[in-house]
């Protein structure tokens, strides 16, 4: 059934809900004791919280989905059950105080503040801890135009609220009105709720002022919170202002709060590469202050932003737990209805059914948060990519949780269970040994008893643009597809012959699925597979209870069926002569094609006979060509593919209707591959192109440099002239480029290759200048470089000089107080077959300019 199944309680259902509620006696809370450790009221067990921020109420993510068409309630609905899908046990906002409150600071009763109330009762019913922040001073319009709502946060400055009499006065009535403020659909005020542990007086403040004026403030707003009623711990953001840090410790607060966004905001694209080492350490340098240790740790925000890699959530959730945080909120879930577009925060992107690895990968760092110990160290990178039942690979793009009763994957795997006969809980994106599955969305598999077993099916999710390019809700970044797919479930508990059954909502048993041994065809939904002739314990049906919920339930996004199919390339820049090379092409349609042909700029269709190539089937979306050296001619490649689906032809990249071969048929465009001879220098960088192809970097980031493209004679390659600009002396200034891809083109190139080469000039000052490559491990390797100045110069360095340097941490990680550079205590070889990133550094660059014209390997 391709359509989404809404869960949408009755008002008698919401009573219920409500008296249920209500009626949970000696719901355990959290407290922080004397050594900043939270604890859970009843047990005293140390507490352990992993989830992530969500907006719907609120700015962007409130407006799109009115835009959409999209009721709120039901949107939350969809989302939390997916929270509690993936094991997540807390929840974190800033409140958009500009949407609930008036200029003097008063809290107003409205749609925002009934959803957010709303989001509030189903996150509890649940079982989803809260940390509320109690305002964002700032406002409500991110990605697109604030809207002026009169509220009290916009007549003052956000660097101002915290010495501005007036602006204090509001933000205590608001607060303690905030903090009073009965949720209807719980019944608790907030700061009497036990699902909320706590209130972060406001989001990311910034003081401008004397320290003095900032403990006076906080002093303050504690005071304010504590007169109302409060007694729930009280945090404080400490991760920004670092010269105001004496000032938190010295606050009558119980927890301090940091954010983490190790390889920066914002890049405009997706980045790729190996960023284990960025998050191998979170150290604070201000951990031996007065005070330090007696307040507890919370992760208000973190992301490994633009990227959609699986493998960095845990090793994050790790680092954390071994700094001693107890909680643990990323930033930020992309609400179901809108994640099509990744509108929300162009650079950060989750969800279960439009990112199912990444969102696969929260589920294994949640694991991790509940289940290493806090303060527990571990050996530095490369050797902390196995740490407890835990792993993680960048080459594979996997985490794996490898426990005696879960087994968690986010792509393929070849590691077996720890002990298959003992699995209650199975989660992947991929294929395992014993889940084969080739679609490319998420699935889970959840024993209910002795032999029988619920298996969750997302439908597939299919990458056709770069999430993290300039947004709009007009497009579209990931596509939902709803096809039929093979599964292979090889549990033990179910044998080699079993029957599954289809549930449909609450409604019941839909239909029968026939099986061959363990091999069976499904499509999105949700099923129960039972072992042959077995007797059940219990009665099981689609509205049986099932860990705060019912056995049916299920969300994914609704259907929305292609025009046509959609066939993605990313062209080589180059390919090699002289021996065969492969092609890769994504296919994208609810529909299997019956072929996919390649052909390349000589057919004709006068010709009797046209060579062609057909696409080889990987999996359900991946094709391949194989093209033979003897294509492999002159100096380029340009080639077509066309798509044969129900009984229609599409050619690509045209992508129009109809067949390069077809008589009418007119040819626009083709994919077009220059072709190289294999021991030809290796292009890494030339200044041709008129944009910059080498990332700029400084460290500090006060510093920066500018670029300018200098034509010179006809024949000469331009240059690109880089000018320097610092604020602080010892800035270190950085280029970096992608060149894996390149690289991996020119093999032969590659293997014959003895010498990095770079045609440069520099003018003025003295710099000292580095060049070199950092590999896959991200261990960077470099060798010092001299150039007369004023005289354009090739240099070229040895590849067997290059030495071992430590790794700078580009782009800047967020906050500015973490470690810059990344030191390895294992010691590599330097490998030119690991290459992934050229790396040119200078210093000392006061007074000079340098300028680039072309990098290649020979």
Known sequence: MRVIILCCFALLGYANSYAQFKASKNVPTVFVDREGVMRWSDSKAEASFYGVNYTVPFAHAFRALQTKGIDRKQAIDRDVYHFARLGYNAYRIHIWDVEISDKNGNLISNEHLDLLDYLFFKLQERGIRILITGMTNFGNGYPEKNINTDAFTYHYDKCKVHANPQAIAAQEKYIGQLLRHVNPYTGYAYQ????????????????????????????????????????????????????????????????????????????????????????????????????????????????????????????????????????????????????????????????????????LSTMIAAEVAYAIPRNKTFERYPQDTLFGDFRVSYEQDLSLMNAPDKYFYTNNTAVKPLNPQKLQHIAGHGSSPVVDYRGSGAYFLDRLEDGLWRLEVMPDAEKIADPFAKPSLNREVVHILYRSQMIDVRIPDLGEFFTIQSLVGKKGVAKDISVAKTSFRVEPGVYLLKRKDLQLKNSWTASSSWKNGYLGEYYAPKAQPLKEALLIHQQPEVLEKGSAAKLHFRYIFEQQPDSIILQTDQVSFWKDHNPYIKLISKDSSTYEAVIPAALLGGNELKYTATVFVGGKQFTYPDNQAGAPLDWDYRVNSYWTVGLYEQHAPVTLFESLSKVASLETFAIPETAYMAAERQQRDLGKLPFWTYTFHAKDPGVKYFWLKDIRTAVLERPAGLNAAKKLCILLKHQGGNPVLKAGFVTKNRYTYVKKMHAESDIETLVRIDLADLQLVPTALLPAPYPVFLERFFKPTVSVQFDKRDIEKLIISGENMDGATLSIAAIWLE
């Open 192 to 359: 009497q709720d036990p699902y909320i542990i706590g209130f972060e007086i406001n989001n990311e403040p910034c003081h401008t002022g004397t320290v003095q004026t900032t403990s006076d403030y906080i002093a303050r707003m504690v005071k304010t919170m504590k007169k109302s009623g409060n007694k729930k711990p009280i945090f404080y953001n400490v991760s920004h202002n670092m010269d105001h840090v004496r000032a938190y410790f010295d606050a009558d607060i119980q927890g301090t709060t940091y954010q983490w966004y190790p390889v920066g905001l914002v890049a405009g694209r997706e980045r790729q590469g190996n960023f284990l080492p960025y998050i191998d350490q979170y150290t604070i340098p201000f951990s031996n202050l007065k005070g330090f240790a007696n307040k507890a740790k919370a992760v208000y925000e973190y992301d490994p932003a633009d990227n959609l890699y699986s493998y960095m959530h845990p090793a994050m959730s790790r680092t954390f737990r071994s700094a001693g945080f107890q909680w643990i909120t990323q930033f930020a879930y992309d609400p179901m209805d809108i994640a099509a577009y990744n509108t929300e925060y162009q650079t950060h992107y989750l969800n279960l059914a439009y990112t199912p690895a990444k969102a």
